[in-house]
Nanobody, 115 residues
Framework: QVPVVESGGGLVQPGGSLRLSCRTS????????MGWYRQTPGTQRELIAA???????DYVDSVKGRFTVSRDKAQNMVYLQMNSLRPEDTALYYC?????????WGQGTQVTVSS
């Protein structure tokens, strides 16, 4: 059973919105802080949004005011609502604990923002 599976990516025009989903399974992640990370070719994976077990959130400046991270502990889900998307948001998006655990990197979900 894959512990973390991301979904919801796709191609969207600048200014559009997407909602990414992260399904966790195999163990309880409810006690862990979770994060959304993104990576573009040739760059390091970057933490962009984080949510604590009690649902406090934090964001990197580049997405603050546009992205919203949330979690549903009962459903073992973590979400990333992305609004006002920009071409520079194009990346492969991952969900993992915060700080990340090497066993929990999934395949990611590709987000492409282009007209």
């Amino acid at each position: 059973q894959v512990p973390v599976v991301e979904s919801g990516g796709g191609l969207v025009q600048p200014g559009g919105s997407l909602r990414l989903s992260c399904r966790t399974s195999g163990r309880s992640f409810s006690a862990f802080a979770m994060g959304w990370y993104r990576q573009t070719p040739g760059t390091q994976r970057e933490l962009i949004a984080a949510v604590t077990p009690w649902s406090s959130t934090d964001y990197v400046d580049s997405v603050k005011g546009r992205f919203t991270v949330s979690r549903d502990k009962a459903q073992n889900m973590v979400y990333l609502q992305m609004n006002s998307l920009r071409p520079e948001d194009t990346a492969l998006y991952y969900c993992n604990t915060n700080p990340p655990h090497s066993d929990y990197w999934g395949q990611g979900t590709q987000v492409t923002v282009s007209s």
